[in-house]
């Protein structure tokens, strides 16, 4: 037997034995190779074109792909678990909670996107019948803690399962005028404080030995790249999160590299000596 085989085997083996039940997810270890056509272990992601299926749509300026969520769901849930997502926006997550058979909690500080997110998941298709519940709320206040305790408790635990965080990168797009808002941040320290206190919520918020996945990319201000991926990673770190990956998401469609518009950019980097965004970062961590 090659040395290849040898070792995978004795994985197998080990797997079959100890692990074949995951403590985290419905991934059904004894046949874990059936997984990999579908679930990313690797950390560089390249996702391909959005997903528009069912309700989702890219209409929403800063929302994410749904593959993210439904990577991330699958992979670090159990049908039944309580996925919360601080920064609701238009649903994206729910909205792959309705699909998994997960329930979902989400939170956003825009009433009118809370409101045009709550049909659109409303609409989503729901084979398992799962609930999802939509606040208007601040996710850096600690009032929020308590509602969403209470939800929680509602659905029958007594927290949640998995956290998925996608913030403002900043002031890159205005959502809204509300100074609670992190992307009305006056400074880049004011954006990571307001970001502190959603972290702190996130892991009291969080069950033990679960996962919380940070969507971000950075940004460039007055000449200079402003690592707000690695300020956010640290932030989380600093409340007591474990680090378990960077993983770096390729970014599709990104209109900064087409046509004109897109060599004004290459030609803006070539004479300036930047470089133009074409990823972000997708950062996995565990309490
Ligand atoms: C990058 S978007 C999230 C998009 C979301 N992942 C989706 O797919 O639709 C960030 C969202 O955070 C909201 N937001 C900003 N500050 C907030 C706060 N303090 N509490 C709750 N939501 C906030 C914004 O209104 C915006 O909708």
């Not at 990577?71 to 678990?81: F, L, N, S």
């Not at 320290?189 to 971000?216: C, H, M, P, Q």
Request: charged share 25%; proline share 2%; hydrophobic share 35%.
């Amino acid at each position: 037997m090659s040395n290849n085989l040898l070792r995978e085997s004795v994985i197998t083996e080990s797997l079959n034995t100890k692990q074949n039940k995951s403590v985290f997810s419905d991934i059904d270890m004894t046949h874990w190779k059936d997984y990999l056509g579908d679930i990313i272990t690797d950390t560089l992601w390249l996702l391909g074109a959005r997903d528009k299926s069912d309700t989702h749509s890219g209409d929403y300026h800063g929302n994410f792909v749904p593959q993210i969520a439904y990577q991330v769901i699958t992979r670090y849930t159990k049908a039944g678990d309580i996925v919360l997502d601080l920064f609701s926006g238009m649903g994206t997550t729910l909205i792959e909670c309705c699909h998994l058979g997960r329930n979902g909690i989400g939170v956003e500080l825009n009433p009118d996107v809370v409101s045009a997110s709550s049909k659109r998941v409303a609409l989503s298709e729901n084979p398992k019948n799962i609930k999802t519940c939509l606040i208007n709320g601040d996710s850096a206040s600690s009032e929020i803690k308590d509602v969403v305790f209470s939800k929680c408790r509602e659905y029958g635990r007594d927290n949640v399962q998995h956290v998925i965080l996608h913030p403002p990168y900043w002031d890159i797009i205005k959502f809204t005028d509300d100074e609670r808002d992190l992307a009305c941040s006056p400074t880049c320290e004011d954006f990571l404080e307001k970001f502190s206190r959603v972290a702190k919520n996130a892991y009291e918020l969080l069950e033990k030995g679960r996962f919380l996945t940070l969507v971000i990319g950075d940004k460039y201000a007055k000449g200079e790249l402003v690592p707000l991926s690695f300020e956010c990673m640290n932030v989380c770190r600093n409340v007591g999160f474990k680090l378990k990956a960077i993983n770096v998401k390729d970014i599709q469609g990104n209109e900064k590299g087409k046509g004109k518009q897109g060599n004004l950019w290459k030609y803006r980097a070539l004479k300036q000596g930047f470089y133009v965004f074409k990823h972000e970062y997708i950062i996995i961590f565990r309490k």
